[in-house]
Each structure stands twice: as structure tokens, then as C-alpha cells.
């Protein structure tokens, strides 16, 4: 592959990069290089969203527009892409204040002011996906905002500007010179910068150089492995992105089962699983926020292997398999089956993970999904749980409930899905099912939470299963969700 430099369209112009580390992120470029210094950092790692900017790409003839943590993106990700910052929205608003701009003003959405460009490329984002439509709900607008923390304002003002920018005349992006760059860049050879960062396009090109460089580490959203950069400080001295493989990116239903390539983003995947399982819908929306989940990958996610990663608890729970590939060879095993250890599993030198394959839903089947953490968007569980159930009657016919937080692995609970098996699904059969998870587990005590609380929390989660799904009287969707409590007060 001959090396090149990153290209991408930023300021009205397509930019070159020769210079910059394969490692900088488009924050450092930005603040230091291009000197657009609008963009603040806060943590570093991808949690307060001070630093979102917007990342454009071309699907089809149309322009995607995606609000992303600049603080952990390696720039060479942009490559073949459109970055938006703060200062463009001046260039839009003709040198005035863009409507996204004068809204925060106006319903005094801004205090300190450092977070405020976050939050304002944000709702820009928003602004330019709704702006035919016209406004969104609040609850859309807070959704959308999850990934962005004020320490401040709170978030009434906020959200009053994100609905008030919908008021003024309409500031639409001119799309049609971002496509033409797009379109030129895209006529470029496959990324290979400074030999320790490529970007293959194709998945028969991608195998062979993973399996030619088994010591590289294969980039996918950069949402963890951006803070072993930034906080830990570490050297990645060789670099293969699945960004541009888009046999990587697809999910498609095959055999009985949905087919999610390991590099669909979070987004994607949690779309495609809640249109099939629509209990999942509340995890899906805390699973991070926007930046992080337009980011960062479900098949990265599930090969990180975090003992409380979101997605594997639900995975496991489904039966999901997952496709690992080395050069030409395949084989596919149980997710269940792919952890050995606190972040140990069994891939190969070379090897990769290529896709998860999910079950489609049956009739019968039960799936919930539930989530404990300290904040409630955008954080990190104490506990999280996926609990499948099939009933016969009155009895339990299937059982598959898994955890995640409660050990250095995600894995099923067997003594509690044993006690339950074939009996009678009464509050009895849930309190001894209750009473094995100790059998199952012994948790940590960390920053997040006690040994104790965590053990208590699952046996908790059962409990609410039961509730829900308890053959006579279950309670329905209006008395567990905080949401409908809030409607109805």
C-alpha cells in the first residue's frame, strides 16, 4: 500500500495532514494545529462532551451527520470524511449567530461556559436531522443530549433552546459542496499513513493484512482504546482500522438469525436489536451517549471484553454466536464460550471477531434488559443484567440470565437458571433463585459499588422480572418505568 497523507473536508476546504501522529486525536489537531480553539477539553475520555464536534460522511447521495468525542478520535479516522466545529456554525450564520447559537443565548442556556460548544454542535446536529420536520419531542432532545454533561446551567435552559432554535428562519447547511468533496476524497487509495495506521476497504483485505500483522491492534470506534492514548499514555505503534470496510458495517437478517458486523456502530446495532426486541429500548438509550454510540462498535464492545460492557449481558442472554475469522479461516463459538478471563478471551494471534449472529425472536420468548448505575444516562453499571425467559404454562420452560459487574467476566448465573428450570414460576421458585446467585457469584467492591449492594441488585433484577412476566397480574410497562410515573404526576 502506498503511504499518503490523511485528507479529509474541514473549513470549506479539503485539508492534508502529513505530520500529525498516527495516534493524535482531532481534538489536539484542532486546538494546536488548525488553531480552532472553540472545541474545549474536558475529561479526556469521552464522557462529558465538552469536545463534541460533528462528523459528516456521504451514504449514497445523501450527507450522514454525527455528533462525535473529538478528545478520542485518532485524526486519521477522518479520512474520506467532513468535520463541523463550532466556528463553522459563524460561517453558516453569515458571521451572526447560528439559530443553534442565539437559542442558548436567549433562554440562557450558558453559565461557565465550557461545555457550551459541546451542547451547541450537538443540538446543531439535531437542528440540521429535524429541521424539515420541525422540532423534536423534549425527551427526544434530552436523549439526544445524553452525552453531554453542564455542571452549571442544568439542563431546563438547555432544552429550551433546543427547542426555540426551530423558531427563527432555517440556517440549513449547504450540502451539495460537502458531497462534491466527499465524492472527490472518496476516489482515494485505501488510507496507509506513515506505514503504522491503514484503513483497508475491503474484508478479504482486511483479513490478510490482520493475519500478515497479528501483533497490530485493530482499531474500530477508538472509545476505549482512545483512553489508553490519552490516560494512559500508552504507544500504539501499529494501527488497522475496520472503519472503512463496509461488508463490516452491515447487519442484515441470514438464516434465522440477524447478522451484526463487528464494525456497526453501537447505534446501529441497539437499533437493529430494538426493532426486533423493543423491551431493550431503555438500555439502549443509556448504553453511553450519541458521541460514544455513533463512535465506538458492537463487535468492539463484545471483543473488549469489560466485565461491564452493556452489550454482552443482552448477547449472552439471546444465544448470541460470534464469527471469528484468521486469514480465510472462520469458525463461530458461543459468546457465552468466548470470555476465559478478566479481559482474556479466545482469539488467536491474527484472529478477529467478524460478526455476532442473534437469534430472531420466537413467540414465547421474554427478554428484559436492566441497568443500575449512579447517573442514568451516559454512565458506566454497577450491574447489568439480560434475562430471557420461556414459560410453558405456568412453568419455566428456558432460562439464559446473564451477567454483567458481578465478576471479572460477564457469564450466566447456572445455580440461579437451575433453580428455576422446569418449575413453577411463583415468587417462591424466584426467592430461591434469588438465594443461588451466591452460588453464581462473588462480587468486587469498587468506586461504583459494594460487593454487597451489587449481589443484592441482581437478586433484585429477578424479583422485577418475576413482577413483569408472573403468568397472572404481571404489571404492565406504566408501573417500572420512571418515565411513565413522571407522565402521569
Not at 18 to 45: I, M, N, S, Y
Not at 284 to 291: Q, T
Request: negative net charge.
Amino acid at each position: 500500500m502506498t503511504e499518503r497523507p490523511i485528507r479529509f473536508f474541514h473549513s470549506g476546504r479539503i485539508v492534508e495532514v502529513h505530520d500529525a501522529a498516527p495516534t493524535r486525536t482531532v481534538l489536539e489537531w484542532l486546538r494546536e494545529d488548525a488553531h480552532c480553539t472553540g472545541t474545549k477539553e474536558g475529561c479526556a475520555e469521552g464522557d462529558c462532551g465538552a469536545c463534541t464536534v460533528v462528523v459528516g460522511e456521504a451514504v449514497g447521495d445523501q450527507l450522514q451527520l454525527q455528533p462525535v468525542n473529538a478528545c478520542i478520535r485518532f485524526l486519521p479516522t477522518l479520512d474520506g470524511k467532513a468535520l463541523f466545529t463550532v466556528e463553522d456554525l459563524k460561517a453558516l450564520g453569515g458571521g451572526a449567530l447560528h439559530p443553534v447559537q442565539r437559542a442558548m443565548v436567549d433562554c440562557h442556556g450558558s453559565q461557565c461556559g465550557f461545555c457550551t460548544p459541546g451542547f451547541v454542535m450537538t443540538l446543531w446536529a439535531t437542528y440540521e436531522r429535524d429541521l424539515a420536520a420541525g422540532a423534536p419531542s423534549r425527551q427526544q432532545l434530552a436523549d439526544d443530549l445524553s452525552g453531554n454533561l453542564c455542571r452549571c446551567t442544568g439542563y431546563r435552559p438547555i432544552l429550551d433552546a433546543g427547542e426555540r432554535m426551530f423558531d427563527a428562519a432555517p440556517q440549513p447547511l449547504p450540502r451539495a459542496p460537502v458531497l462534491v468533496a466527499l465524492r472527490t476524497l472518496a476516489a482515494d487509495a485505501p488510507l496507509n499513513y506513515q506505514g503504522a495506521f491503514h484503513a483497508p476497504r475491503t474484508l478479504a483485505g482486511f483479513a490478510a493484512l490482520r493475519a500478515a500483522q497479528p501483533q497490530a491492534r485493530v482499531l474500530a470506534g477508538a472509545t476505549d482504546m482512545g483512553l489508553w492514548v490519552t490516560k494512559q499514555f500508552r504507544d500504539l505503534p501499529s494501527l488497522i482500522s475496520i472503519g472503512e470496510v463496509a461488508e463490516l458495517k452491515a447487519i442484515e437478517e441470514r438464516d434465522g438469525a440477524l447478522h451484526i458486523g463487528a464494525a456497526a456502530t453501537l447505534e446501529d446495532a441497539w437499533r437493529a436489536l430494538v426493532l426486533r426486541w423493543p423491551t431493550l429500548r431503555d438500555l439502549w438509550l443509556r448504553f453511553a451517549g450519541p458521541p460514544v454510540r455513533f463512535a465506538g462498535t458492537m463487535g468492539g464492545n463484545v471483543a473488549n471484553g469489560s466485565p461491564i460492557g452493556d452489550s454482552a449481558p443482552v448477547l449472552i442472554a439471546l444465544d448470541a454466536r460470534i464469527v471469528l475469522r484468521l486469514g480465510e479461516r472462520m469458525r463461530t463459538l458461543a459468546l457465552a464460550d468466548f470470555y476465559v478471563d478478566y479481559m482474556v478471551n479466545r482469539l488467536e494471534p491474527g484472529e478477529f471477531v467478524q460478526a455476532i449472529e442473534v437469534p430472531l425472536p420466537a413467540a414465547g420468548q421474554t427478554l428484559h434488559a436492566y441497568k443500575i448505575s449512579k447517573r442514568f444516562d451516559c454512565d458506566i453499571s454497577a450491574v447489568c443484567a439480560g434475562l430471557f425467559l420461556v414459560l410453558d404454562g405456568d412453568h419455566v420452560a428456558q432460562v439464559r440470565w446473564a451477567f454483567g459487574g458481578l465478576a471479572g467476566i460477564v457469564r450466566r448465573a447456572a445455580h440461579a437458571e437451575a433453580a428455576v428450570l422446569g418449575q413453577p414460576w411463583t415468587e417462591a421458585t424466584v426467592d430461591a433463585a434469588v438465594a443461588a446467585l451466591a452460588q453464581d457469584f462473588t462480587p468486587l467492591s469498587d468506586m461504583r459499588a459494594s460487593a454487597e449492594y451489587r449481589l443484592r441488585v441482581a437478586g433484585n433484577l429477578l424479583r422485577r422480572l418475576w413482577l413483569q412476566t408472573r403468568p397472572h397480574d404481571p404489571l404492565p410497562e406504566d408501573q417500572v418505568t420512571v418515565w411513565a410515573r413522571a407522565d402521569a404526576a
